[in-house]
């Protein structure tokens, strides 16, 4: 039988006399003392924090993230985020995009992942897109760290394979004017490099754009110097498991990556998304970095319908690490997207 409890302030109030215990056990006022001090230091030891001088870790756990496609090993790299101005960004009706922002419990500001993937096909270790190394300030610029930590080595990546050539995804080819990835064949759809890789080009872009010209003939020149740089046109097979997929409009090769194995099917979408709340229930909304808007849309539109049709996994870019999931369609040109559950 449980035993009955003795409310403290009967237990502890000399007033009344010695209290009667379900033992038959009479506490005196010595007894009474002793076990009042011991509560009181009970007290004390929860009013303060246990470990309150432990040093805060002020870092997150390695960014990977492993998934089995078909015979395939697919793994997610985070090369780190940073803060976006969706509001000043995004193109659309301000006021849709502010309510889309707000009902997903969002700012003005959206902080935004920069996902990177590795493929191991078994036969090749295929790298899609590089971070941005150090150009865009110490919150990015991790990919290297995840990817030893997630079990392989820079030398060890065979195949480096470009959605395109912006700063945020070239930036990570070079370390300290170095090769990043010695042994790698880097790949990009010629209209990226007809573009970006041009010095006419750079020279009429506005001033603010000039930058992405610069990172990109900085971090793609060494590899053509070395050999190591190899363009493709429209869609076409890379490796057995690995096909490039044009999808235009952000810049002018723009280019997202099919990984197939065994009837299973992942498609890495590069920059087709940038805010994920926004954008799946607009797909009309586009960004500033798009270089020609109306392509940007249709694409959204084409990538969302396939996916949300056909039930294979999508990754974006800037999707929330690890930026993998599937699209459900909810209604004309609307659309969710749902994050792999964890496993």
């Known amino acids: 039988m449980v035993a009955p409890r003795i409310p403290l302030d009967r237990l502890f109030d000399d007033t009344k006399g010695s209290v009667q215990l379900p033992s038959g056990d009479a506490v005196n006022p010595t007894r009474r003392a002793f076990l009042a001090a011991g509560c ?17 870790a002020k870092s997150q756990a ?35 995009i502010e309510e889309a922002l707000k009902r997903n419990y969002l ?21 899609i897109d590089a971070g941005a190394g150090s150009l865009l300030g110490p919150t990015t610029g991790h990919l290297l760290g995840n990817l030893r930590a997630s079990g392989y080595r820079p030398e060890q990546v065979d195949e480096l394979y470009l959605t395109h050539l912006h700063t945020d995804h070239v930036g990570g080819l070079m370390v300290e004017g170095q090769r990043a990835f010695p042994n790698a064949i880097v ?23 000039k930058r992405f010209f610069q990172a990109a003939i900085a971090s793609i020149t060494p590899y053509m110097r070395a050999g190591r740089l190899a363009v ?31 009837g299973e099917k992942v498609v890495l979408w590069g920059d087709v998304v940038h805010v994920a709340a926004v954008q799946f229930k607009d797909p009309s909304v586009t960004i500033q970095y798009d270089g020609d808007a109306s392509e940007a849309e249709r694409v959204h539109e084409l990538a969302f319908a396939d996916a949300a049709e056909n039930g294979y996994i999508v990754g974006g870019a800037h999707i929330s690490f690890p930026g993998l999931g599937h699209v459900r369609r909810d209604a004309e040109k609307t659309y969710t997207y749902l994050p792999l559950n964890y496993g």
């Open 40 to 56: 009181l230091c009970l007290a004390c030891g929860f009013a303060t924090p246990l470990l309150a001088d432990a040093p805060m």
């Open 62 to 96: 390695p960014g990977f993230y492993r998934l089995a496609v078909g015979d395939f090993e697919l793994t997610a790299l985070s090369d780190g985020s940073n803060m976006l101005p969706a509001t000043k960004l995004l193109q659309g009706d301000p006021a849709r």
């Open 107 to 127: 700012g003005d500001l959206v902080e935004t992942s920069h996902n990177s993937f590795l493929v191991n096909t078994g036969a090749k270790l295929v790298l």
């Open 187 to 209: 790949r990009v759809e010629k209209r990226d490099t007809d573009y970006w890789l041009s010095e006419d080009n750079m020279r009429a872009a506005p001033a603010e754009a």
């Open 232 to 262: 493709f046109e429209g869609d076409t097979d890379l490796v057995p498991g690995v096909r490039a997929q044009t999808a235009y409009g952000h810049t002018p090769g723009h280019t997202m990556y099919v990984v197939e194995s065994r």
